[in-house]
């Protein structure tokens, strides 16, 4: 047999989602939804150089950054992660006369810090907002990627799947037999919460100095999570009697 006379083929056709009259399928979704604390919260620390020195901005923007750091460093194991995200050193032309003359240099560091005690945290961000030419944003509220919260909420949502299944075969008064399918189709909420306010802490104000007593720590109310899980999943039951 040649080529040109060959027989065509056709694809196998896809299993259909549903059983028949001997074996019928119910198809049932499951869903959990935890409001859970949160287990980490994420600031970032921004700390700020200028002058009309290049290497004067660059030499201060270094102690103040080792200034923030170290302080940081002080709430050992509270502190889960501290890194450097960026640094910059951008000159500032000036906007009249021939040429180009450098004005003034500005020097920006910006640090993020992850903390698991969030009673640190209060007494942390007021510390560093008290420090000259420093801003802190935050905090961002989240839970950890492998936080039993989410384990949890898998666990209901099967559970509700199979009690749901269960239901439906109950009022047609038969039972399940078998388990076909369970498919993941939710994706739980990991994503750290935007701050409750968006204004920013800072000493902005060019050579002010110390104030001759510490503030007050930040009463900081933890922003509750949401947790979400949902599944897809198929059963065989028995063939009921209608």
Same mark, same amino acid.
């Given at each position: 047999m040649t080529p040109d006379?060959?027989?065509?083929?056709?694809?196998?056709?896809?299993?259909?989602?549903? %059983?028949?009259?001997?074996t019928p399928r119910i198809a049932v979704r499951g869903e959990a939804r935890l409001e859970v604390a949160p287990e980490i919260a994420?600031?970032?620390i921004t700390v700020t150089a200028r002058g009309k020195d290049r290497r004067e901005t660059l030499a201060d923007l270094t102690r103040r950054n080792t200034l923030a750091l170290d302080l940081v460093k002080t709430y050992g194991d509270a502190v889960e992660r501290l890194e450097t995200s960026?640094?910059?050193?951008?000159? /500032?032309? %000036?906007? !009249? %006369?021939?040429?180009?003359?450098?004005?003034? !240099? !500005?020097?920006?560091?910006?640090?993020?810090?992850e903390l698991n005690d969030f009673t640190a945290l209060g007494e942390? &961000? &007021?510390?560093?907002?008290d420090l000259d030419l420093t801003r802190v944003d935050g905090p961002w509220w989240t839970l950890?990627?492998?936080?039993?919260?989410?384990?949890?909420?898998?666990?209901?949502?099967?559970? /509700?799947?199979? *009690?749901?299944?269960?239901e439906y075969a109950e009022a047609l008064d038969t039972t399940l037999t078998a388990l076909v399918e369970l498919a993941d &189709?939710?994706? /739980? $909420?990991?994503?750290p919460r935007a701050p409750q306010s968006t204004r920013a802490l800072s000493r902005a104000a060019y050579g002010s100095g110390p104030t001759e007593d510490e503030p007050a720590p930040? $009463?900081?109310?933890? *922003?509750?999570?949401?947790? !979400?899980?949902?599944?897809?999943?198929?059963?065989?039951?028995?063939?009921?009697?209608?």
């Open positions: 006379t060959a027989p065509a083929t056709h694809p196998a056709p896809p299993a259909l989602p549903y %059983g028949t009259p001997d994420r600031i970032t960026a640094l910059t050193i951008t000159p /500032e032309l %000036g906007r !009249h %006369g021939r040429g180009e003359r450098v004005r003034t !240099h !500005h020097g920006l560091v910006h640090i993020t810090a942390l &961000t &007021t510390a560093l907002a950890r990627p492998d936080s039993p919260a989410h384990r949890t909420a898998r666990r209901q949502a099967v559970r /509700e799947a199979v *009690q749901r299944a269960r &189709t939710g994706a /739980e $909420d990991t994503h930040l $009463d900081l109310e933890p *922003q509750r999570q949401h947790v !979400h899980a949902q599944v897809d999943a198929r059963f065989t039951m028995a063939p009921p009697r209608l």
